[in-house]
């Protein structure tokens, strides 16, 4: 049984609960998948198959998925690998949300290069004003970030579903 880990960064939670969704999917269809968050220590060498994921802010993933896309890399041997990011850019503009994914997904594969991606998604994602530190709340008087869950569910799990046949070749 194919073996994948969602790996993912979070740092409100609904980055976390995007990739128990994918894992959940691809268990759905035969898969053997979990949700594990990228600082708890992971060893490639146990998995077939990889999804890493992050939330976007300031247009760049959490520093700690990057770093655990660019460390895996080195010893993920060609293995697939599917990238996928939070926003709620996306809410008012898609276009732009999918132009911010796409610079970020570019990046890490200028500094990661033998990532082999297989597929990249970004989806909207789930922003409460009020669990803001007072820190962020400045940051975001001036991005206006859109409030609300905006998670598409089905399209994230359609993803997951479209991922798994090229997941389970490696
Ligand atoms: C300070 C701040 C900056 C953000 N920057 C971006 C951004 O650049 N692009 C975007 O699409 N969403 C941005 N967001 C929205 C978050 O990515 C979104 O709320 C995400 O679902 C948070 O994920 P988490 O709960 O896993 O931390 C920002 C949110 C905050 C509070």
């Not at 073996?3 to 269809?29: K, N, P």
């Not at 990532?115 to 970004?122: E, K, P, S, T």
């Amino acid at each position: 049984m194919t073996r994948v880990i969602v790996a993912y960064a979070t740092r409100f939670g609904s980055t976390h609960e995007v990739a128990s969704a994918i894992a959940h999917e691809l268990i759905s269809v035969g898969l053997d998948a979990q949700p594990v968050e990228v600082s708890s220590g992971v060893n490639p060498d146990e998995y077939d198959a990889f999804v890493i994921g992050s939330p976007l802010y300031g247009g760049k993933w959490l520093s700690g998925a990057g770093v655990f896309a660019a460390i895996m890399s080195e010893s993920m041997n060609g293995k697939p690998v599917a990238l996928f990011s939070l926003g709620t850019m996306g809410v008012k503009s898609p276009p732009a949300a999918q132009a911010e994914h796409a610079a970020f997904v570019d990046n890490l594969r200028e500094v990661a290069p033998k990532l082999n991606v297989i597929g990249d998604a970004v989806f909207n994602g789930y922003f409460e004003r009020a669990n803001l530190p007072w820190y962020l709340r400045i940051i975001d008087r001036f991005a206006s970030t859109p409030e609300g869950d905006h998670r598409d569910w089905p399209a994230i799990q359609n993803w997951a579903k479209s991922l798994a046949p090229t997941l389970s070749e490696s």
